[in-house]
């Protein structure tokens, strides 16, 4: 048993996990079961910075300048893909205890079948929007690129799905080891296909299908392991749990990402007017504040999986308690690393942009300055909004 399952471990046999009402006692425990997510978040986080890293620093101008204009077709995908992996996370991490185990894999099925269709309609509806736009439209020529660029994630969300609700059984650790096999064999397919092949954007496409196609076999059979042999029950309590998941965590979450999306598919196309490198630096500044954000949607995934794994029936005074001590350190940790990323972003964005094109450094550089404080308030903010849709609470993430 690993450090981060001690808490799930103490919920399973009875124990109060939480004993000690310390401020740190509480805050340990949160950074103890949400450090592997944070491993997993960062380096897929990191996944995507090292993409653009290759694309820019092998000279794919016009790799890159695709790669940024296909961000709003993304993020609508992401949308339905984040919405239906975290309601199966809430689905296996309440099968703990309250909810009967073996749902855990129909469940996981269901929430996969319905995000492939999401996903296939996403890229059916991009790829037909092309005659909707007039011919000189700056996004016309980027849509048959788009609609590929979206269906290539079919294979992580079939992944994705069952990595969710390994998760959700509290084996945050566990689910690293097919998460880091997909990063490896990504990574390498998409650096032979950008330096070898010379393959450009479609470089990205392939890294996207063959990665998680590596390590689907993994995760499956490390999803079946944890579940065990339970078979499913047979009664309307099922279908109730799963209405409850689609309704309560999957829409709200899904309508929350959307709203990104819709400010992408204005952002871009503008920005696309005051050329190439403002585009660019948009994008590679908000990678960057992505990857500075995405710790924090850990500790609020392991928050609602220590209160999601306890009996419904359960006083909430210890859930209080979690919610209370875990997102004040979460935040003070993150007032330490603003400061710290303000204080070296000129090196930082020197990571990620050569010095031979000081136009897109220079462009870079200011907006990151300009945006520094947005690193820090999306962090927490993203942290609390995660915490909510977990619980069931994703209407108020919504308004």
């Known amino acids: 048993m690993t450090v981060s399952e001690t808490g799930l471990a103490g919920i399973r046999t009875g124990r109060d996990p939480m004993a000690?009402?310390?401020?740190?006692?509480?805050?340990?425990?949160?950074?103890?079961?949400?450090?592997?997510?944070?491993?997993?978040?960062?380096?897929?986080?990191g996944q995507s910075i090292a993409k653009l890293g290759l694309l820019t620093y092998h000279g794919e101008t016009?790799?890159?300048?695709?790669?940024?204009?296909?961000?709003?077709?993304?993020?609508l995908m992401l949308a339905f893909m984040e919405s239906l992996a975290i309601a199966n996370q809430v689905f296996s991490s309440k099968s703990v205890r309250t909810w009967p185990r073996g749902d855990v894999r129909r469940a996981t099925g269901f929430f996969s079948g319905l995000g492939c269709v999401a996903i296939l309609l996403v890229a059916a509806g991009i790829w037909g929007a092309q005659g909707l736009l007039p011919e000189g439209s700056v996004m016309r020529p980027v849509l048959?690129?788009?609609?590929?660029?979206?269906?290539?994630?079919?294979?992580?969300?079939?992944?994705?799905?069952?990595?969710?609700?390994?998760?959700?059984?509290?084996?945050?650790?566990?689910?690293?080891?097919?998460?880091?096999?997909?990063?490896?064999?990504?990574?390498?397919?998409?650096?032979?296909?950008?330096?070898?092949?010379?393959?450009?954007?479609?470089?990205?496409?392939?890294?996207?299908?063959?990665?998680?196609?590596?390590?689907?076999?993994?995760?499956?059979?490390?999803?079946?392991?944890?579940?065990?042999?339970?078979?499913?029950?047979?009664?309307?309590?099922?279908?109730?749990?799963?209405?409850?998941?689609?309704?309560?965590?999957?829409?709200?979450?899904?309508?929350?990402?959307?709203?990104?999306?819709?400010?992408?598919?204005?952002?871009?196309?503008?920005?696309?007017?005051?050329?190439?490198?403002?585009?660019?630096?948009?994008?590679i500044v908000v990678r960057m504040r992505v990857l500075f954000i995405i710790p924090a949607i850990a500790p609020g995934s392991a928050m609602a999986i220590m209160i999601n794994s306890?009996?419904?029936?359960?006083?909430?005074?210890?859930?209080?308690?979690?919610?209370?001590?875990?997102?004040?350190?979460?935040?003070?940790?993150?007032?330490?690393?603003?400061?710290?990323?303000?204080?070296?972003?000129?090196?930082?964005?020197?990571?990620?942009?050569?010095?031979?094109?000081?136009?897109?450094r220079a462009a870079a550089t200011d907006l990151f300055r300009l945006l520094i404080l947005t690193f820090f308030l999306i962090a927490v903010g993203t942290m609390l909004q995660v915490i909510l849709e977990h619980l069931g609470k994703g209407v108020p993430v919504l308004v």
């Open 144 to 283: 048959p690129e788009m609609a590929l660029f979206v269906l290539s994630f079919l294979p992580f969300f079939l992944f994705e799905a069952r990595n969710a609700a390994l998760r959700g059984q509290g084996r945050t650790a566990l689910a690293l080891v097919p998460f880091a096999v997909l990063i490896v064999v990504d990574l390498a397919v998409t650096a032979a296909g950008v330096m070898v092949f010379d393959l450009g954007f479609h470089a990205v496409l392939l890294g996207n299908v063959v990665g998680p196609l590596a390590a689907f076999p993994l995760t499956y059979l490390l999803l079946n392991r944890t579940v065990g042999p339970a078979a499913p029950v047979a009664d309307p309590g099922y279908r109730r749990n799963v209405l409850r998941m689609l309704i309560g965590v999957a829409t709200p979450t899904f309508l929350t990402t959307f709203a990104g999306s819709v400010a992408a598919m204005v952002i871009f196309p503008l920005l696309a007017g005051l050329g190439p490198d403002a585009v660019s630096s948009f994008l």
């Open 310 to 360: 306890r009996n419904e029936t359960e006083h909430g005074a210890e859930s209080r308690r979690i919610l209370s001590c875990g997102a004040a350190m979460i935040a003070l940790i993150y007032v330490a690393a603003t400061a710290g990323l303000y204080l070296g972003h000129g090196w930082i964005v020197g990571l990620m942009v050569p010095p031979d094109n000081p136009p897109l």
């Open 20 to 45: 000690g009402p310390g401020f740190f006692v509480i805050g340990g425990r949160v950074l103890a079961l949400s450090l592997p997510l944070m491993v997993g978040s960062l380096t897929a986080a």
């Open 62 to 75: 016009e790799a890159l300048y695709l790669f940024s204009m296909v961000q709003p077709g993304f993020i």
